[in-house]
């Protein structure tokens, strides 16, 4: 099985940059996701890691180091409409998914 | 507009009702996964199937049941239902094919019982 660990809770200003880690065990390895869920809404994918090393995408970028088992999420130049949970998700080797329980990052002006 | 849908979007229901949520994707997608999301647990598996005619169990399989009868339909019932059901359940797909395989949502259903 997989054990995943991400803080509860994070709040930043706007324009301000967040990092938010997650920690993982695992039994089986196969990718490393971040997942953005708005209020009410469903997740939707942000983000992917396999290999060590940082991915970037325009203002978020994903870190992963293996031997580790620790990743976290960069979200840079932070806007209101960011504040949102972000899920970690660790894939295993039949292609199932296990979320931590999310971070709630909340924009403040 | 390609995607997932679910239905109903939420509903309440008497417990020991029999209650069936249904999923259709339209993106020919192998895999579809369940999954029930409460307050602090995050997202748990409950039942997956990787291609049309098999399914699997998930995390938290017990008092679910799911059918894969072609590829586009992954229902999910309730035989008796209980109130530690009340959750919000979504339904996702993937290609299961590739390194970047990703899964994508539905919007939901959210189900209360009493």
């Known amino acids: 099985g997989q054990n995943i660990d991400q803080p509860t809770e994070m709040t930043a200003t706007e324009g301000a940059i967040v990092q938010i880690n997650c920690t993982y065990q695992?039994?089986?390895?196969?990718?490393l996701f971040w997942y953005q869920q708005h209020a009410g809404e469903a997740p939707t994918f942000l983000s992917y890691?396999?290999?060590?090393g940082l991915e970037e995408k325009g203002r978020f970028s994903s870190f992963l180091s293996r031997s580790k088992g620790y990743s976290y999420l960069l979200l840079k130049e932070l806007q209101m409409k960011d504040s949102a949970s972000y899920l970690c998700a660790v894939r295993d080797g039949d292609y199932k998914l296990s979320f931590g329980a999310g971070t709630t990052v909340t924009v403040r002006a | 507009i390609a995607g997932i849908t679910q239905a109903p979007t939420s509903q309440i229901l008497a417990a020991g009702r029999r209650m069936t949520l249904r999923c259709t994707q339209d993106m020919r997608h192998n895999a579809m996964y369940w999954y029930r999301q409460d307050l602090g647990l995050g997202l748990r598996l409950i039942h997956y199937?990787?291609?049309?005619?098999?399914?699997g169990k998930g995390e938290v399989p017990d008092g679910y049941s799911v059918s894969r009868a072609n590829t586009d339909d992954f229902p999910l019932t309730l035989a008796s239902a209980v109130p530690s059901q009340t959750s919000v359940y979504f339904c996702a797909s993937s290609e299961i094919q590739g390194s970047a395989d990703t899964q994508y949502f539905g919007p939901g259903t959210r189900l209360t019982v009493l």
């Open positions: 199937s990787n291609t049309a005619g098999t399914t």
């Open positions: 890691n396999v290999l060590d």
């Open positions: 695992t039994s089986g390895f196969n990718g």
